[in-house]
């Protein structure tokens, strides 16, 4: 552009000495050479004005182009450039909660030929997949047949690495007035990994009724099971 400015400008140099040449020669400059300078004048605006066009052309690219892709923003970052911070980085994702169930209540067992007896019973604790659940809290109650424990007596135990663990009652009275015949063990629910699961959510517990509960016999008696009817011991 430069360059085209410099070449008009020397053209109308050239021109208006011709044309002070001829008025100082000759009678003054033809119509023909006034004409040639006036358009010389039309093309020297035209190209400044086409000059300016493109200037402006370009700047308002430019503009579009760090609207229109913001990895050009005005921070200066380019695209592909590592800022040192990574999407998704350091975010804590929780593990999914892993439900749990009653698998079985078995290995009744009852103990004692003294004064007293205890009653015990195994719990066996797995996932709904079936994989043993190490760590779970069991909750159950123990409801002798009579006695000072005849309301109720909560028991819990924790499950080992096979998923079993041990509920006991003992101090059972084995003779007397307050001689107990046998004892009922009722599940109540599992606390495993802050989640409580009561009989009501479990599955495969129908042997056991709802809730699930099993019965001990005293020392002595045998249990005679007669489903559907309830055992009882003889």
């Not at 997949?129 to 109720?152: C, D, H, K, R």
């Not at 663990?165 to 063990?185: K, W």
């Amino acid at each position: 552009m430069r360059r085209q400015f410099q070449t008009i400008a020397a053209l109308i140099r050239a021109r208006s000495a011709r044309v002070g040449r001829a008025r100082t020669g000759e009678r003054g400059a033809t119509i023909v050479e006034y004409g040639l300078v006036v358009a010389l004048v039309v093309a020297v605006s035209v190209l400044a004005i086409d000059g300016l066009t493109d200037t402006s052309t370009d700047a308002l690219e430019a503009r579009g182009d760090r609207i229109g892709n913001p990895s050009n923003d005005a921070t200066g970052v380019a695209d592909g450039t590592d800022t040192g911070t990574t999407i998704g980085e350091d975010i804590e994702t929780s593990d999914p909660i892993v439900e749990v169930k009653l698998d079985d209540i078995q290995n009744r067992r009852s103990l004692g030929d003294g004064p007293k007896w205890q009653a015990s019973v195994d719990v066996i604790v797995t996932t709904i997949s079936g994989s043993q659940v190490t760590g779970a809290v069991v909750n159950g109650t123990w409801y002798p047949s009579t006695g000072p424990l005849a309301g109720g007596a909560a028991v819990t135990c924790t499950t080992d690495a096979t998923g079993l663990c041990t509920m006991t009652v003992d101090g059972l009275q084995n003779s007397g007035a307050s001689q107990v015949h046998n004892v009922s063990f009722e599940f109540v629910s599992i606390d495993a990994d802050g989640v409580t699961t009561s009989y009501t959510g479990l599955l495969d517990t129908t042997a056991y009724g709802t809730p699930p509960s099993v019965l001990v016999c005293q020392p002595g008696l045998t249990l005679l099971e007669d489903p559907p009817n309830p055992d009882t011991c003889i």
